[in-house]
């Protein structure tokens, strides 16, 4: 199985693209020809990426703001993309954000926010596109998690969890579609110097400190490391070798004896 190719009315559903990782994966997949829908919420930064693509390659660009923790807008995606005459063939559930610091000094909405956006929101996408897929027996499906979701992590404890949430269910829907025509991939990359750092309110410097330089992957390696394993049908792409090497450790260190290690590390596990 691997990416369909491109067709004048079939679309790449980009969630995230504002930003980051997510705007190097919509020009990745442009590059390659395919047509692209911009989702996230900040408009003016999906039309200037639209714009951008559309003058460097000749492949149909659209943009629907939205806010994904929003269910009805959420449900409100295949009308507006049927009235453009569009099918997704491909869909990237990449938007996603963390908090950091210890559950007992969270803030409770902030918290509910970032289940919705990382864990409801690429459930309900996969729910709404992949049954179309399954019936043209073509699509690819690349939900994007992070080497947080190989192990807990204290001091980013939901964030962690909502990417084992992703990664769980990655490979469970992976399974129960071979042989279908359609192909599903979980990215999950280490650290990327994006948005994501300022968003979660993390210290920059504590955590370029925490992590030692061989981890950190450009936007755009990440992005393109994760369309070549969408082509070549693999389940999981984690960028980087030191990644990989530290995804397999964590997976594989007994909880026991990892998550003291990890509270005395993360900069922000502690309430005081
Ligand atoms: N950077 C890292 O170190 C790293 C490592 C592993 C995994 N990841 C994962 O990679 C993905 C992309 O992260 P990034 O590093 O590219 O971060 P980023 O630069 O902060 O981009 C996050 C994107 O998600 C969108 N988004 C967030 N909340 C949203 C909402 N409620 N509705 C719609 N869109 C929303 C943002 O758009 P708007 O603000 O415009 O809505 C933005 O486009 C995330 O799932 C993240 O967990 C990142």
């Given at each position: 199985?691997t990416?369909?190719?491109?067709?004048?009315?079939?679309?790449?559903?980009?969630?995230?693209?504002?930003?980051g990782?997510?705007?190097?994966?919509?020009r990745?997949?442009?590059?390659r020809?395919h047509g692209?829908t911009?989702?996230?919420?900040?408009?003016?930064?999906?039309?200037?990426l639209?714009a951008?693509?559309?003058e460097s390659?000749?492949?149909?660009?659209?943009?629907i703001?939205?806010d994904?923790?929003d269910a009805d807008?959420?449900?409100?995606?295949?009308?507006?993309?049927?009235?453009?005459?569009l099918t997704?063939d491909?869909?990237v559930?990449n938007a996603?954000?963390?908090?950091?610091g210890?559950?007992a000094?969270?803030?409770h909405r902030?918290e509910v926010?970032m289940?919705?956006t990382?864990?409801?929101a690429v459930?309900?996408?996969?729910?709404?596109f992949?049954p179309?897929?399954v019936e043209?027996?073509?699509?690819a499906?690349?939900?994007?998690?992070?080497?947080?979701?190989?192990?807990?992590m204290?001091?980013q404890?939901?964030?962690?969890a909502?990417?084992?949430?992703v990664?769980?269910?990655t490979?469970?829907?992976?399974a129960e579609?071979?042989?279908?025509?359609?192909?599903?991939?979980?990215?999950c990359?280490?650290?990327?110097?994006?948005?994501?750092?300022?968003?979660?309110g993390?210290?920059?410097?504590?955590a370029?400190?925490?992590l030692?330089?061989?981890?950190?992957?450009?936007?755009?390696?990440?992005a393109?490391?994760a369309?070549?394993?969408?082509?070549?049908g693999?389940?999981?792409?984690?960028?980087?070798?030191?990644?990989?090497a530290t995804?397999v450790?964590?997976?594989?260190?007994p909880r026991?004896l990892?998550?003291?290690?990890?509270?005395?590390?993360h900069?922000?596990?502690?309430p005081?």
């Open positions: 199985m990416l369909p190719a491109p067709a004048h009315d079939r679309t790449c559903l980009v969630t995230g693209a504002s930003s990782i997510g705007v190097e994966l919509a990745e997949l442009a590059g020809g692209i911009l989702v996230a919420r900040r408009r003016e930064r999906l039309e200037e639209a951008d693509i559309a390659s000749l492949v149909r660009t659209e943009v703001a939205l994904l923790t807008a959420r449900a409100a995606l295949p009308d507006q993309l049927a009235e453009r005459g997704v491909v869909l559930n996603g954000f963390s908090t950091v210890p559950v000094a969270s803030d902030r926010a289940v919705r990382n864990v409801e459930s309900d996408l996969c729910s709404m992949v179309g897929m043209r027996h073509r699509g499906v690349l939900n994007v998690a992070s080497t947080a979701a190989f192990q807990p204290p001091g404890a939901g964030y962690a909502s990417k084992a949430f990664l769980s269910y490979h469970a829907l992976r579609l071979a042989g279908s025509g359609v192909t599903v991939t979980a990215l990359p280490g650290p990327v110097d994006t948005e994501f750092i300022d968003t979660s993390m210290d920059r410097a504590a370029t400190r925490a030692p330089s061989i981890m950190w992957v450009p936007a755009q390696t990440v393109s490391a369309v070549e394993g969408l082509v070549a693999r389940a999981v792409v984690i960028p980087g070798a030191a990644n990989r995804a450790a964590a997976h594989l260190t026991t990892l998550m003291p290690l990890l509270a005395r590390r900069p922000a596990a502690r005081h």
